[in-house]
C-alpha cells in the first residue's frame, strides 16, 4: 500500500503565502514525475505544476512566477511554495504521483488539502 500524504493548507488573506508538503510512503520501488493539481467549486481538476524525477518543472500558466515545485527525493516529499496568491488560487490542492509499486506504474493521489485565499 502506497499513501501520499498532504500539509500545509489553510486560510491566507490574498498577497500571502503558504506551503503544501506532500509526503510518499508505503512500499515504493520507484517514483517518475510528482505534481500538485487543484480544484476549484464547481470547476475542473486541473495541474498546477509538476517535476521530474530529474528535476524538470512545468507550470499552469496562471501560477508562472508565484509558485514553486521541488522535491526531496532522500524524502519521497514534493512541495508547493505559493506566493502572491490570489482568491482564484483557491481550491483543494491534491498531490499526485506516478508512483511504480507491486509490480505496475500507477497514478497516485493525496486526499487533498484546501487552500482558501480571502480578498
Known amino acids: 500500500q502506497v499513501q501520499l500524504v498532504e500539509s500545509g493548507g489553510g486560510l491566507v488573506q490574498a498577497g500571502g503565502s503558504l506551503r503544501l508538503s506532500c509526503a510518499a510512503s508505503?512500499?515504493?520501488?520507484?517514483?517518475?514525475?510528482m505534481g500538485w493539481y487543484r480544484q476549484a467549486p464547481g470547476k475542473q481538476r486541473e495541474l498546477v505544476a509538476r517535476?521530474?524525477?530529474?528535476?524538470?518543472?512545468n507550470y499552469a500558466d496562471s501560477v508562472k512566477g508565484r509558485f514553486t515545485i521541488s522535491r526531496d527525493n532522500a524524502k519521497i516529499t514534493v512541495y508547493l511554495q505559493m506566493g502572491s496568491l490570489k482568491p482564484e488560487d483557491t481550491a483543494v490542492y491534491y498531490c499526485?504521483?506516478?508512483?511504480?509499486?507491486?509490480?505496475?506504474?500507477?497514478?497516485?493521489w493525496g486526499q487533498g488539502t484546501q487552500v482558501t485565499v480571502s480578498s
Open positions: 517535476i521530474s524525477n530529474d528535476g524538470n518543472t
Open positions: 499526485n504521483a506516478m508512483i511504480y509499486y507491486s509490480g505496475s506504474l500507477r497514478n497516485c
Open positions: 508505503g512500499s515504493i520501488f520507484s517514483i517518475n514525475h
